[in-house]
């Protein structure tokens, strides 16, 4: 069946970058069918859609995190990646990757998550 | 868009029935989803497009409405089912989800 798995550091500093990966198993991000996205949630809160992206590397995202986020798919690897610029505590959240139904644009399948901690 | 459910807490015993309400602050048409979020767990797709409900999810849930105003409907409530149930608006980016609904036993 279709597997996301996140992997990255769990524990990042301050005004670093926060670099995570969702290796996608069972499916092809080359899929035309889906974009795939990221979403995180900060203890005790809610969900925020931070982005998302297709197959042919077209990426739209949150503008609250525009300025410093970057995803990237990579086909050959079965993956893609979230980028996220000068973190601040505020960042610290589970981020999930997921993927992102055409049309309907709902989230059909969801990693377990990763929690990022940002701190010195 | 805006999403706003309420409540943004309930009490209910097994067996009752239940209804949570999302409102979008303008009109989605009917691109509207509900998921199911337990404690370490990610969210779980229930229903998409305001009431089609999802493969293998049981036909307790139900959901309805169009616009700007939904409901997520569980008849005869069982124990697995509290939980924290969100509402996500598809219509346009940025994507965005209500603040969350959690549900407790009484």
């Known amino acids: 069946q279709v597997q996301l798995q996140e992997s990255g550091p769990g524990l990042v500093k301050p005004s670093q970058t926060l670099s995570l990966t969702c290796t996608v198993s069972?499916?092809?991000?080359?899929?035309?069918?889906?974009?795939w996205s990221w979403i995180r949630q900060s203890a005790g809160q809610g969900l925020e859609w931070i982005g998302r992206?297709?197959?042919?590397?077209?990426?739209n995202y949150n503008p609250s995190l525009k300025s410093r986020v970057t995803i990237s798919v990579d086909s050959a690897k079965n993956q893609f990646s979230l980028n996220l610029s000068a973190v601040t505590a505020a960042d610290t959240a589970v981020y999930y990757c997921?993927?992102?139904?055409?049309?309907?644009?709902?989230?059909?399948?969801w990693g377990q998550g990763r929690v990022v901690t940002v701190s010195s | 868009i805006q999403m706003t459910q309420s409540p943004s807490s309930l009490s209910a015993s097994v067996g009752d029935r239940v209804t949570i309400t999302c409102r979008a602050s303008?009109?989605?048409?009917?691109?509207l989803n509900w998921y199911q979020q337990k404690p370490g767990t990610a969210p779980k797709i229930l229903i998409n497009?305001?009431?089609t409900l999802q493969s293998g999810v049981p036909s307790r849930f139900s959901g309805g409405g169009s616009g700007t105003d939904f409901t997520l409907t569980i008849n005869s409530l069982q124990p697995e089912d509290f939980a924290t149930y969100y509402c996500q608006q598809g219509y346009s980016t940025p994507i965005t989800f209500g603040q969350g609904t959690r549900l407790e036993i009484k």
């Open positions: 069972g499916a092809s991000v080359s899929s035309g069918l889906y974009f």
């Open positions: 497009s305001a009431s």
């Open positions: 997921a993927r992102l139904s055409f049309g309907v644009v709902v989230f059909d399948l």
């Open positions: 992206i297709y197959m042919d590397g077209s990426t």
């Open positions: 303008q009109p989605i048409s009917k691109l």
